[in-house]
């Protein structure tokens, strides 16, 4: 869980990890590789599902067959995947006139179909209402199951204690400290962070 | 996939030119000539005869005498058709064309608005006409597009010792257009005009416009016709462009030209060797 | 001063019958040249339609992997030439013509071609006239929906190449209507072929260059119809393309 007020530089973060940044000075390394094999093993999400104008099913084959697999292969597994995030009654919808609920799912989906060994997510519930955003925490919680590291971003306290496992808390964009969830709220090591539980510090 | 998409389109656009070579090289022939043989409808009566005869195609492209003149010099066409005889016998000279020869004429009439406010209506004397036409600054709509009838007209104000220049702007108006948009400009604004008889006869926006001299000598109009020169352009068809210049001057043709009437009045006076 | 009340009404409503009169005759002549099967006509509206639809070909091939590329792609002078792009869109015809029949004539340095006045001059002209057109177009369609993609189909793992041939296929309804402003803009252009087609009757005579011509022969009834069934034809088109756009919508959202 990435926490942080706006402008403490939370997505750029998750850009620079996730190679779509470039980083100015200094390196990003994984494992000891260099960025650009690495990504193919990451996923992410944004904070609006971004749809191609096809159906649903089509929309997370897309991402398969990017990865290189064959049709039949991305087909089934797709539909795998539609079924677990319990999209597959809507596999042949167009995608871009589903709801926004159900077209976060559908990036969960196709993210998750790619089978990464960390998935990226940038407030993925924040233009989402109470319900969606309650599906949506149960498809990351079975996506972090199945044994991919989850990285996301947050302006929901509540939600960073339901879901997280370890807080990293940025301002003014540096990482400020990194704690695991529990002793975050109770015992926040920087003073900026406890100002920010507090709600005092909504900004950088 | 779009490189797929774009090699079969080239492969497509290559298959239309190869049958654009293929169509070629069925007989034919490009004329350049005037838009007042193509206007009059002249080409539509007798290249079909000419055809049935000899199967070969007459492709007309009609422009100013001044064009045809000139895209048969840079040998865009096989065969040049055109009626300003000063400068075909110029360019013949310098070896642009060869083989001129006269096929026939016209004449020129010279159209006014019924009001008449030059008092020209019913005159014969073409030169004294122009002369009253400057003086009464009527309006006059002149092609001014270096064609044949262009240099005609210019031609006979030379004659009249009236310098149209002066006029420009005022009563002198210079459409730079083919002969049918200048009488359409005439009729629009009620203005004289010189037009050669083929080409009002078969125009059908007369309005106001009606005939106010003919039958002077001066307005004798000759059509020649010539091949493009083959040494200049070892392209051109000369066989076939030859065929239909003997054709033109035979018998034949000269037949045909004569029977091409509008209205049982006859256009064109076919007068090659005479 | 009554009297000239009258007259002047008498004039203008005798003007406002010679309209309607012409009006009225080349909705006649154009009905007479639908309905009696002109051969002659359908010969020039088949070769208008080949024209205008080879050259929108031809400019699409070029023009859309042109646009996309530099929709996609950043180097220096990239502004410029975006610029310079959209200016060419406002190319004037006459001078297209003039400069293709410069390059065609026998004098000139595609002379051996020996292609000036046959239909494949005219499907050039229109072609280089409406290039400019769709590559400008298309660019700007594709940057905006690049900007909208971008980084989801970069973190998907989409190549430069892969990921503008997506964005070309995700935004094919609104180039379709690039594709068609395009065709419309070749169907409506007469300066261009008039020059480098010659107008010849039976092999590069088109619909505007056969009003042009009529026209000139002061057949202005017949002119005005053989317009009224050009613009018809251009409307079939374009609401032909309105209905796969309304169905595809449907289907794709």
Redesign the interface.
């Known amino acids: 869980m990435i926490l942080g007020p706006n402008g403490a530089g939370k997505s750029v973060l998750m850009?620079l990890c996730?190679?779509?940044l470039t980083p100015v000075a200094g390196r990003i390394v994984w494992h000891g590789a260099r960025n650009g094999d690495v990504?193919?093993h990451q996923?992410?999400v944004?904070q609006r599902p971004?749809m191609?104008?096809?159906?649903a099913l089509e929309n997370v084959i897309?991402?398969l067959k990017?990865?290189g697999k064959s049709r039949e292969e991305c087909r089934l597994r797709a539909l795998d995947v539609l079924e677990v995030v319990g999209l597959a009654q809507h596999a042949y919808r167009?995608?871009?006139?589903m709801s926004g609920g159900e077209q976060q799912r559908l990036a969960l989906a196709?993210a998750w179909a790619?089978g990464p060994d960390v998935l990226f997510l940038d407030e993925p519930t924040a233009n989402l209402d109470p319900s969606a955003t309650q599906d949506i925490e149960r498809i990351i919680n079975a996506i972090h199951a199945s044994g991919t590291k989850i990285i996301m971003t947050t302006h929901n306290l509540g939600q960073a204690r339901r879901l997280g496992d370890e807080i990293l808390f940025m301002s003014k964009g540096r990482l400020m400290e990194q704690t695991p969830v529990d002793r975050f709220f109770g015992e926040p090591v920087s003073s900026e962070a406890a100002a920010f539980i507090k709600g005092e510090m909504p900004w950088d | 996939m779009g490189l797929i998409r774009t090699a079969a389109l080239a492969l497509a656009m290559a298959g239309v030119m190869q049958a654009a070579t293929a169509l070629a090289q069925q007989k034919s022939i490009t004329v350049a000539s005037t838009t007042s043989t193509e206007n009059s409808g002249l080409f539509k009566h007798i290249l079909p005869i000419f055809k049935a005869k000899y199967g070969i195609d007459v492709r007309v492209v009609a422009q100013g005498t001044g064009q045809a003149l000139d895209t048969g010099r840079r040998g865009d066409a096989d065969v040049v058709f055109v009626h300003d005889k000063e400068k075909e016998q110029v360019l013949v000279k310098e070896g642009a064309f060869v083989n001129r020869h006269d096929v026939m004429y016209n004449d020129f009439i010279v159209v006014g608005p019924k009001t008449d406010p030059a008092r020209v209506g019913g005159s014969k004397d073409v030169i004294g006409s122009f002369r009253k036409i400057a003086a009464a600054r009527a309006a006059f709509a002149s092609r001014g597009d270096k064609s044949g009838t262009h240099a005609a007209e210019l031609r006979l104000w030379k004659a009249a010792g009236v310098d149209p220049a002066t006029g420009k702007g005022s009563w002198y108006r210079e459409t730079g257009s083919g002969m049918g948009a200048t009488l359409n400009t005439a009729a629009g604004m009620g203005a004289y005009a010189l037009t050669d008889r083929g080409t009002w006869l078969s125009f059908k926006n007369k309005a106001t416009l009606t005939i106010s001299v003919e039958g002077d000598q001066r307005l004798f109009n000759q059509y020649g016709v010539m091949l493009v020169n083959p040494a200049k352009h070892a392209h051109v068809k000369k066989d076939l462009g030859q065929a239909f210049i003997d054709w033109l001057i035979s018998a034949d043709g000269q037949k045909a030209i004569a029977d091409y009437k509008i209205n049982g009045e006859q256009l064109f006076f076919p007068n090659a060797g005479k | 001063m009554d009297l000239n009340i009258i007259t002047e009404n008498w004039l203008f409503l005798y003007y406002v019958e010679i309209c309607m009169t012409s009006f009225g005759d080349a909705f006649a002549a154009a009905w007479a040249l639908i309905a009696g099967f002109d051969g002659e006509l359908a010969d020039i509206v088949l070769l208008s339609l080949k024209v205008s639809l080879s050259a929108v070909v031809l400019a699409t091939a070029i023009g859309l992997p042109l646009g996309a590329a530099i929709a996609v792609e950043r180097f220096p002078g990239r502004q410029v030439l975006i610029v310079i792009l959209n200016a060419l869109m406002g190319l004037p015809p006459v001078v297209v013509g003039l400069l293709v029949y410069l390059l065609l004539s026998r004098a000139g340095p595609l002379g051996t071609l020996g292609i000036l006045f046959t239909p494949q001059a005219m499907v050039i002209a229109q072609a280089v006239l409406i290039t400019p057109i769709i590559a400008a177009l298309s660019r700007q369609t594709i940057e905006d929906a690049w900007r909208e993609y971008d980084e989801q189909l970069r973190s998907l793992g989409a190549r430069r190449l892969s990921a503008a041939m997506t964005l070309i296929w995700d935004t094919r309804f609104s180039l379709l209507t690039i594709v068609l402003a395009g065709f419309g803009r070749a169907a409506a252009e007469v300066g261009a072929v008039m020059i480098v087609g010659g107008n010849i009757d039976g092999v590069t005579r088109v619909m505007t260059t056969a009003i042009a011509l009529e026209t000139s022969k002061g057949d202005l009834p017949l002119a005005l119809g053989l317009g009224i069934v050009l613009i018809g034809l251009v409307m079939l088109l374009n609401a032909l393309a309105a209905v796969i756009r309304e169905m595809a919508q449907r289907k794709y959202g």
């Open positions: 850009r996730h190679g779509l990504r193919r996923a992410m944004f971004v191609l104008r096809r159906s897309y991402g990017l990865a167009p995608a871009r006139v196709r790619l």
